[in-house]
């Protein structure tokens, strides 16, 4: 294995240079592939950012390096970098902003898939409808059955641990919530 104290070239960019990755990336500086893995810590960097690793324990020890605010003004353009990335997946800011603040996993890679459910009124009535929670006794089959015509045959795509946090995120984000 081939171990690399790598920081993506972070340390040598200035402060606009980390808050642009933040803005545009949502703080995403890039990746590392199969076959190597990182060790050692990124210092403090310019504009009051650091960085780390993460996602290093997967299969090919592969990685990503995000920025990670440490100060006031660094986590109100982190906030911003996330509500972008948000809305680039199709919410609206209020929307986005809503999911900033909720207290739910998967927000990234569910962003999405929400903005999609939050579209069709039909989808976002039946994820408002979710029990928010799968398995045995949690009146998700029943949900289905009553509900799972509004995705079509191939319904949402995703493990019911997914499922439940995308419910979750729709009652945060609908606008139709309060009145469900």
């Not at 902003?97 to 039946?126: D, F, N, P």
Request: with cysteine; net charge positive; aromatic share 8%.
């Amino acid at each position: 294995m081939n171990f690399y104290e790598t920081d993506l070239g972070v340390s040598s960019m200035t402060a606009q240079e980390l808050d642009a990755i933040a803005l545009e990336r949502g703080g995403r500086v890039g990746s590392i592939g199969y076959g190597f893995a990182t060790r050692g810590q990124v210092g403090r960097l310019a504009g009051g950012w650091t960085a780390g690793w993460v996602g290093t324990k997967g299969m090919g020890n592969h990685g990503t390096l995000i920025l990670i605010p440490t100060d006031a003004r660094t986590r109100a353009v982190a906030r911003e970098g996330k509500i972008r990335a948000y809305m680039r997946a199709g919410l609206t800011r209020a929307q986005a902003e809503r999911l900033h603040r909720a207290k739910v996993r998967y927000k990234s890679e569910l962003a999405g898939v929400l903005a999609r459910v939050l579209a069709c009124k039909g989808q976002t009535i039946a994820m408002l409808k979710h029990p928010g929670t799968y398995g045995p006794g949690s009146g998700r089959g029943d949900w289905w059955r009553a509900w799972g015509a509004a995705f079509g045959p191939e319904g949402l795509g995703l493990s019911a641990p997914r499922e439940a946090e995308l419910a979750k995120m729709v009652a945060a984000c609908a606008p139709l919530a309060e009145t469900a």
